[in-house]
């Protein structure tokens, strides 16, 4: 049997709970078993990282043929209108690390630099509608790990062991339109907006991110605006996870179908955070981030594009933030060829703070963004501070294998300042070097679906270190920590 770390804090109950949350995943799959039918399957919505994004009630009155059909779709009333439906996600993740953090290796026994671990989760929610005015949405998970001991343990990042995801109320609006829908929401709920650069529930963490708040939502065929306000949740390992005292807010327009271009987003968010740290300034911040989107194709050609820009304002402390980043790609598919291989050239920029500790603040904020998706699958390196280029080739190759590999080059955009990993944190101070020279990244990713409810996953990374991570080698808090870094996964994920 797996032992995982701190079993001797876990309550009974929590035990309990944890098991219980299992055990409904697997009741779902036998409960499931009955009612199925042998005719064609219907027009299904796909599996979606925010479920309630899920439209199921396509297979009312239709005949059920997938295994789980009868759990999509719940009628619980005669003529249709109130009716739910279940659904699970189970994950399984070994990892295996080679010289983590470059070779950093700590005073206490579980800092190493090598290990292996295995990371689980499991998600299990129900959507209700109850007629055409309101739903109510709920999800747990739990989400456990094996004992690691790269630097840092089992933080919170990798274990929760039972808690509340999303469980969030909704009502539709009266308005004198059927053109336009209105809803209010409120209670716990995942945040996406846009490329997730800078808002995401952050799927890849084993530990998805959350936020307890409320939301207006708008929507026509082409407009969507969303105005929200939230605190970020706190992930507590063995309780209940409690808001923090941080607020996030703000608003979150897209249009979609404007001439020239398929699509645009424009947005306001805003933070309020205590007690932080930004290149030797200290104090609450007020962050106010205005930014834009637009993604397409290039006049009539293949060629396809995703570019965006934020500009950020306020303070920390007494000092004034002044700071912006810009991120995009642009791609073609080579539709001549048979399996039509797509490359992708990218380019990202976060600003950084020129002069420790005075009177501005020019490090951008990252806020809670999905970096793994665009800054390297090791997650070294985070939106702040930072000029990245990068190349992507992708290929559909035999037996429907995906294929992935990118190529990244990193550079610190100021020398003054850090260099921060993907989730924020300083990875090297900025007077532990002179020079800009991150190093670079490559990642192949692999992937497999095996039918509709399952997929495989198989990732190799390796980070060379550059000359920046040389210089801070020869410091005392980094001594000899200068090596490459590897990283293997195996990802499966079953979903209903």
């Known amino acids: 049997m797996t032992s995982y770390r701190n079993a001797n804090v876990r309550s009974v109950v929590s035990r309990c709970a944890s098991r219980a949350l299992w055990a409904a995943g697997i009741t779902t799959l036998l409960l499931a078993a009955s009612g199925v039918a042998q005719a064609e399957p219907p027009p299904r919505p796909e599996y979606n990282v925010l ?23 719940v009628p619980m009333s005669k003529d249709g209108r109130y009716w739910a439906s279940f659904g699970a996600q189970w994950r399984l993740r070994p990892e295996i690390w080679r010289k983590f953090n470059f070779g950093v290796q700590g005073a206490a026994p579980n800092d190493k630099d090598d290990d292996e671990f295995l990371l689980s989760r499991i998600m299990f929610h129900g959507d209700f509608h109850l007629g055409e005015t309101f739903r109510i949405f709920l999800m747990g998970k739990s989400a456990l790990s094996t004992d690691r001991d790269l630097q840092g343990g089992t933080t919170p990042f990798y274990v929760d062991q039972i808690d509340l995801q999303d469980g969030w109320i909704e009502a539709k609006l009266p308005i004198p339109t059927d053109k336009i829908d209105l809803r209010v929401r409120g209670g716990r709920e995942e945040l996406l907006e846009g490329r997730q650069r800078l808002v995401s529930p952050l799927d890849w963490a084993n530990v998805r991110r959350t936020f307890d708040g409320a939301n207006f939502i708008l929507r026509s065929k082409r407009f969507y605006s969303k105005a929200f306000w939230s605190r970020p949740v706190r992930v507590k390992k063995y309780a209940f996870n409690p808001s923090s005292g941080n ?10 179908d404007v ?4 699509g645009f987003d424009v947005y306001w968010l805003s933070l309020l955070s205590d007690d932080v740290t930004f290149n ?7 962050r106010q981030t205005m930014g834009g989107r637009t993604w397409g194709n290039i006049a009539t050609s293949t060629f396809y594009y995703d570019g965006e820009f934020a500009y950020q304002f306020g303070d920390v402390g007494g000092a004034n ?7 995009g790609f642009v791609g073609v598919p080579f539709e001549v060829l048979k399996r039509v291989p797509k490359v992708e050239l990218g380019f990202g920029y976060a600003s950084g703070d020129d002069t420790p500790g005075d009177d501005k603040v020019e490090t951008f904020n990252q806020l809670f963004p999905l970096g793994h998706a665009y800054l390297g ?11 990245d280029t990068s190349l992507t080739g992708m290929v559909n190759t035999f037996f429907d294998v995906k294929a992935r590999l990118e190529g990244h080059y990193f550079w610190r955009a100021s020398t003054d300042d850090a260099v921060y990993n993907a989730g924020g944190g300083v990875l090297r101070p900025g007077a532990a070097g002179s020079s800009s020279d991150v190093g670079g990244e490559i990642d192949l990713i692999l992937t497999k679906g095996w039918g509709r409810h399952f997929v495989s996953q198989f990732g190799y990374s390796h980070f060379f270190a550059g000359k920046f991570i040389d210089q801070a080698a020869n410091t005392p808090a980094f001594l000899g920590a200068d090596k490459d870094i590897d990283f293997i996964y195996f990802n499966f994920t079953y979903r209903i």
């Open 377 to 387: 699958k090791i997650d070294a390196i985070g939106r702040q501070n930072v000029i």
């Open 51 to 73: 479920p309630w994004k899920e439209d199921w009630s396509v297979l009312r009155g239709v005949e059920k043929k997938d295994f789980f059909d009868p759990i999509k779709y």
């Open 321 to 327: 933030i002044n700071a912006f980043m810009f991120a």
């Open 247 to 256: 607020q996030f807010f703000g608003i979150y327009n897209t249009m979609k």
């Open 259 to 262: 001439q020239w271009v398929d």
């Open 280 to 286: 030797g300034t200290t104090g609450d911040e007020n």
